[in-house]
């Protein structure tokens, strides 16, 4: 189940995200006191967080609240600018802010290490699409954590998009992964144990020349302790790792081209 952010109203969503004052109520007969779009928002995490993105909706959020959906519509117009401000109030749990590391690597790794367990509160924001943005505040907090957290490293500025795009990317899909393999067992009725023992046997009772045919798979599955399912943050970080391999040296090619000297031959118009 996949959703798009930024459904919603613009004018309006934008509004909330940015916390502009609502509208003053005063000489208006508006709902029995006690509600707040603060409010909505946090009742809205929970119902996610509790059953799921499928669960969400206006009158599941106003039942936590002890409401009707038609209460909550003078507070947020609907479920797209709920979903927007949910999704913005989860980001703001990282920490905002530049923090002092050694280095660049270590500052991206406590960044990634942070944005990785916040997917894993809320798997539900593994559901909303990145093809758009939210464009909060908290959203965009996190990017500039990011690009600071980089900027030792002197990317050019397509590297540092690229940069950006693939440790964004990755920590999602890594929390991904995580998140499946975390409910796939309440969504089965089978633990992760007793699906990889049945398949493991009958797979070795018709592939029993396996290891010939796919011996690199093998020797990994040896080397690393077997089934996928050992997969979580131990693979994270290492692919993290690797990812910043990367990141390392395309700074230190990147540098190295800049620092040497141009030794293409003068063309004959200037000489």
Wanted: charged share 20%; aromatic share 6%; glycine share 10%.
């Amino acid at each position: 189940m996949t959703v798009y952010a930024g459904q919603g109203d613009p004018r309006r969503s934008l509004t909330l995200l940015w916390g502009a004052p609502e509208e003053a109520r005063a000489g208006r007969s508006g709902p029995k006191p006690g509600l707040s779009v603060d409010a909505i928002v946090s009742a809205g995490i929970a119902v996610a967080d509790a059953d799921g993105m499928a669960a969400l909706s206006m009158r599941a959020v106003g039942e936590r609240l002890g409401r009707t959906a038609m209460a909550l519509y003078t507070y947020v117009p609907g479920k797209a600018e709920l979903l927007d401000l949910m999704h913005d109030r989860a980001l703001a749990e990282l920490p905002g802010g530049a923090t002092a590391f050694d280095d660049w690597r270590a500052a991206v790794t406590n960044w990634a290490e942070q944005l990785y367990d916040c997917y894993l509160r809320h798997p539900w924001m593994l559901q909303v699409s990145q093809a758009r943005p939210v464009l909060g505040p908290a959203e965009l907090a996190a990017m500039e954590r990011l690009l600071t957290a980089l900027q030792p490293a002197a990317l050019s500025p397509e590297r540092l998009r690229g940069a950006v795009a693939a440790l964004w990317q990755f920590v999602r899909g890594t929390a991904a992964a995580t998140a499946d393999a975390r409910g796939a067992a309440a969504a089965t009725g089978i633990a992760d144990e007793d699906w990889w023992a049945a398949r493991s046997a009958r797979l070795a009772e018709l592939a029993p020349d396996f290891p010939e045919r796919f011996p690199l798979l093998t020797a990994l599955q040896s080397a690393t302790g077997g089934a996928p399912e050992d997969s979580g943050r131990e693979v994270f970080r290492t692919g993290l790792a690797v990812l910043l391999d990367g990141v390392a040296a395309g700074a230190s090619g990147q540098g190295a081209r800049d620092r040497a000297p141009d030794t293409t031959p003068d063309s004959p118009d200037t000489a």
